[in-house]
């Protein structure tokens, strides 16, 4: 069955250091990636996203991820972060066979906090 | 322009009513998604939307859930005989065509069942 796994939870990072949230996936077929970030309180916010071609992706706010067919991961990363970056970070995966089109299955989600 | 939007923004009921949740989708945006998050189950996928039809309800958890989209806009999510287990923030998206196609998304409806 397809799924999204986030292995960590919470995460904290001080405020300058660089940022790698992990994200694994389970699809059969050509996986269409996300990351999604959530504000408490508000909706979810896209970051960046990977359909094809280049493996690295840029995406708002400065993140970046990459997508490793090989270990079926697509981690997000930040070289720097800013407090302004503390909120909920959600990966998820397009489901486009059978009926669905577009569905997205979520990770559970990793928080994180940033130390000044 | 417009995003994604979502009434009311918080909705406090008592089990065993009816509720009513509204999305007003971005205009142009053919493709309406519905998700349920709770902090048990996370962000839970509901039902897709292309235009009117609804070619993917397999999400609803249970014959108490509806929804409904009208002149290919405005669709309303409606839980009959709420129960406490109801109790999400649920929230809307819209995307251009569906597909892989990013999805915008709501600020989300807070529903509370006493």
């Known amino acids: 069955a397809q799924s999204v796994t986030q292995p960590d939870i919470h995460i904290t990072v001080s405020e300058g250091a660089s940022l790698e949230l992990r994200c694994n996936y389970s699809?059969?077929?050509?996986?269409?990636l996300f990351w999604y970030v959530q504000s408490p309180g508000q909706g979810l916010q896209l970051l960046l996203k990977?359909?094809?071609?280049?493996?690295l992706v840029q995406g708002i706010k400065g993140f970046e991820a990459e997508f490793k067919r090989s270990q079926s991961s697509f981690n997000l990363r930040k070289p720097s972060v800013h407090w302004s970056d503390a909120a909920e970070y959600f990966c998820?995966?397009?489901?486009?066979?059978?009926?669905?089109?577009?569905?997205?299955?979520f990770g559970k989600g990793t928080k994180l906090s940033v130390k000044p | 322009g417009a995003g994604v939007s979502q009434s009311p923004s918080n909705k406090v009921t008592e089990k065993g009513k009816d509720v009513e949740l509204r999305c007003d989708p971005i205009?142009?945006?053919?493709?309406l998604y519905w998700y349920r998050q709770s902090l048990g189950q996370g962000l839970e996928f509901l039902i897709y939307?292309?235009?009117?039809?609804?070619?993917?309800k397999s999400g609803l958890p249970s014959d108490r859930f509806s929804a409904e989209r009208t002149g290919g806009s405005v669709s309303t999510l409606t839980i009959q005989r709420t129960q406490q287990e109801d109790s999400a923030v649920y929230l809307c998206?819209?995307?251009?065509?569906?597909?892989?196609?990013?999805?915008?998304f709501g600020d989300g409806t807070r529903l509370s069942i006493l």
């Open positions: 998206a819209s995307s251009l065509k569906g597909g892989n196609q990013p999805q915008h």
């Open positions: 699809y059969g077929a050509t996986p269409y």
């Open positions: 990977y359909f094809s071609g280049d493996t």
């Open positions: 998820a995966v397009a489901l486009l066979d059978g009926g669905s089109q577009g569905n997205l299955i």
């Open positions: 205009s142009g945006h053919t493709a």
């Open positions: 939307f292309q235009g009117n039809s609804a070619p993917d």
